[in-house]
C-alpha cells in the first residue's frame, strides 16, 4: 500500500496540469492492474476541500461531488472511512465546512459527548455545542 497526497487527487480529478494529470492517472491505473490500494488519510479530504473551494472556486455540492467519486473508487482505501463518510453527508445538508463535519465525527467515534465549537455554522447542528 501507497499513501496518496492531496496534489496527486487535484490533478487526477482536476486535470489542471496535464503532465502532471497522466503521471497521476498511470499512478492509478499502475495501483490498480497491481492490486495495490492507495491509503488516503483525513488531512489530506480536508485539503483537498480546502483547495477545490479557494483554488478552483468550486461550489460545495461539486466538491462532495468529487469525494464521493473517490470514496468509491477501489484503488482507494480510507484512513477513518466512515467518519469520512459521515463528515460528508453533514457536509452535503448543513452549513458548515467539511473538516469541521470530519473533527465531529473523528470525536464521536472516540466517544465523545459532543464536540464544542465557536463556529456560527454549527450551531444547532447535532453532535455540537456552540460556546
Given amino acids: 500500500m501507497r499513501a496518496i497526497d492531496t496534489n496527486v487527487l487535484i490533478r487526477f480529478f ?16 499502475t495501483s490498480q492492474d497491481q492490486q495495490e490500494p492507495l491509503l488516503i488519510v483525513p488531512h489530506v479530504f480536508c485539503e483537498l476541500v480546502w483547495v477545490l473551494q479557494a483554488s478552483f472556486r468550486l461550489a460545495r455540492t461539486e466538491v462532495a461531488d ?3 467519486k473517490i470514496l468509491v473508487r477501489e484503488v482507494f482505501v480510507f484512513e477513518r472511512e466512515q467518519a469520512i463518510k459521515g463528515a460528508l453527508r453533514r457536509y452535503r445538508q448543513g452549513r458548515a465546512d467539511f473538516p469541521d463535519y470530519l473533527i465531529g465525527e473523528i470525536a464521536a467515534a472516540s466517544g465523545c459527548r459532543d464536540t464544542v465549537t465557536f463556529d456560527k455554522a454549527l450551531k444547532g447542528s447535532p453532535g455540537f455545542t456552540f460556546l
Fill in 66 to 68: 468529487i469525494l464521493q
Fill in 14 to 29: 482536476m486535470d489542471d496540469d496535464t503532465g502532471q494529470a497522466e503521471v497521476a492517472r498511470r499512478l492509478l491505473e
